[in-house]
């Protein structure tokens, strides 16, 4: 065979040989690097989604598609100061239907940073998608502003927004940890321990001048609202009670049991409303999250903090 028939025979060859072979990488699929690399994408995406889930609500003034925006950030101190709002989608159109959630279609939460102040209200939706409040707002201060809703066919959101009320402003401190609080003539008795990371169930018992009442009223379709906000950042956390009026089994008082998770250690500020006689009343507690195992130091009673 001469030399030109020898190379074009071992050319056929190579041809032959590099065809199989890629013939078998396609049917084996990517490398294990490849795949392990995939793998490490796929487990990192999961993991950011996983932090994502939990992060507490109202830290952020746009979550997914949809933004909490004031009408104004700064107003003057007054005791009806009207509030304008509305909550915008990505393309910057106003919501205009929301489900409804604890017998309202948006919470509307506001409170001082120092947490003083802290006011739970029912604002109007009006024909241009926007919401309306007055506020009591006699005390400057810089003020957090929560919206808290469900849009209709959606998730349940919290967004959070600033509001600067001007005037000479100077915080308060935190009050201690404390077992009871007292509003008007009622004193209401936290029962239970936070522990980070865990659901913990929390029970607060309503006396009315010492007397147990046993006939507190529904409001917002329970016998309680509970919101629990993070000293420092003021992380807003869903709380939620267990059963409802007319279940047949939740008692009308004197406790409420709510079922409550909190995402790190430290202090937080408890706001429970309770409707009795046709009154609802707001209590306040300063509770420490401890890790289990921690033992607490209960404090004496303090009044209720400017509510």
Known sequence: MN???????????????????????????????AGAQQSHDMHGSSHAANEGDRLPGGLMVSDGAYTLKLATTQTATGINVPLRFQIVDSGGRPLTRYATSHDKPLHLIVVRRDMVGFQHVHPVL???????????????????????????????????????????????PLPAPAATARVADYTVTLAGELVPAQSSKLSLSVAQNGKPVTDLQPYLGAYGHLVALRNGDLAYLHVHPDGHPGDGVTAAGPTIDFEATTPSAGDYRLFLDFRHNGVVHTAEFTVTARPAGQPTQPQPATPAHGH
């Open 126 to 172: 009006n024909a241009d998608g926007s919401w309306s409040v007055p506020l009591n707002l006699t005390r400057a201060g810089d003020y957090r502003v929560f919206a808290d809703f469900v849009p209709e066919g959606g998730e349940a959101l919290t967004l959070g927004a600033d509001l600067h009320v001007g005037g000479d402003y100077g915080p308060q």
């Open 3 to 33: 030399t030109p028939q020898k190379l074009a025979g071992f050319t056929a060859v190579l041809a032959v040989v590099f065809a199989t072979a890629f013939g078998v990488g396609a049917l084996i699929g990517p490398t294990e690097q």
